[in-house]
Nanobody
């Protein structure tokens, strides 16, 4: 069974930085795309950043230039380095892995709170 586990969330002041990590475990899987989504209270879940197995990245306009996604294929890890954080970045951040067969796996989420 494939599992994704996020870590690294917490409380940070506006303007600060934080890195969240996601570890994938299990057997017989390969994620073509891994990504980070977030969901703020009262809002829909939205894509923050994604990265392919080849390293191609995509970002939401709201985080371009502030966030960087990276992955370690050998260790089945994906990271999101967040900088210049704003209160509107406060949300639960979810790790996502998508296989070549378009099967999605999700982590349980990690809360990031940015204080003003």
């Amino acid at each position: 069974q494939v599992q994704l586990a996020e870590s690294g969330g917490g409380l940070v002041q506006a303007g600060g930085s934080l890195r969240v990590s996601c570890a994938a475990s299990g057997s017989g899987f390969s994620f073509e795309i891994m990504g980070w989504y977030r969901q703020a209270p009262g809002k829909q879940r939205e894509l923050v950043a994604a990265i392919t197995s080849g390293g191609r990245t995509d970002y939401a306009d709201s985080v371009k230039g502030r966030f960087t996604i990276s992955r370690d294929n050998a260790r089945n890890m994906v990271y999101l380095q967040m900088g210049s954080l704003k209160p509107e970045d406060t949300a639960v951040y979810y790790c996502n892995g998508r296989t070549v067969n378009l099967v999605n796996y999700w982590g349980k989420g990690t809360l990031v709170t940015v204080s003003s």
